[in-house]
């Protein structure tokens, strides 16, 4: 593939996305996504085969590319600490920067056939292991509450995954400040100078 193409890519899909965020996967046409894009419906098809591929490479890629980070942070010789402190600032940060694919995975995944579903889902499963594998380091290591770690990655992930109801790319608080925020609250609680009583 020559750069022209894979930045023409970028941009229908960045665009379809944007669509399907708004309008939803059913309520957008690839004649929809050709009239924003100025494009004749035919020529997208150079770039994917149908609607249904066209969703599914949004969702994988954009699923592939935060879990091959993740999954790399887990293989890092660095304290368990360390490594909730990495996993949890870069989901944080990665989800709510994108908004349009946040959206879609959320909303559009049921309307992908079963073998593209399962392909996405297994990788979101990689995720919850991945955190799951963490928590138990830090519960081994006596650094954990007895808290089952089921409840505490999907706390987190729910935490996460829906920053799209609420969160503003351009507004006051940036996405990396609100992965410190998501962070501190996860690990700290919000009291200060918190005394249990006795």
């Known amino acids: 593939m020559t750069k022209k193409f894979i930045l023409k890519q970028e941009q229908i899909f960045n665009t379809a996305a944007a669509l399907f965020a708004e309008k939803g996967y059913h309520g957008t046409s690839i004649q929809d996504l050709a009239r924003v894009m100025g494009l004749q419906k035919g020529s997208l098809y150079h770039y994917f085969n149908s609607k249904e591929e066209l969703l599914f490479r949004l969702l994988d890629e954009y699923v592939t590319e935060a879990l091959n980070k993740v999954e790399k942070i887990c293989t890092l010789e660095i304290g368990p600490e360390e ?21 879609l995975l959320i909303n559009d995944i049921d309307k992908l056939g079963e073998s593209y579903k399962s392909q996405v889902i297994e990788k979101e499963r990689r995720y919850y292991r991945a955190l799951t594998g963490i928590f138990s380091q830090l519960q081994d290591a006596g650094k954990m509450k007895a808290i089952p770690q089921a409840v ?12 799209h109801k609420w969160f503003q790319k351009d507004g006051a608080i940036t996405a990396g400040e609100l992965s410190e925020m998501f962070l501190d609250i996860f690990t700290k609680g919000v009291f200060t100078n918190l005394v249990e009583e006795e």
């Not at 505490?152 to 920053?163: D, S």
Request: aromatic content about 28%.
């Open 152 to 163: 505490a990655a999907f706390a987190f992930f729910g935490m996460v995954h829906y920053t």
């Open 83 to 103: 490594k909730l402190r990495q996993f949890m600032l870069f989901y944080s940060s990665f989800y709510a920067g994108d908004r349009d694919r946040q959206v």
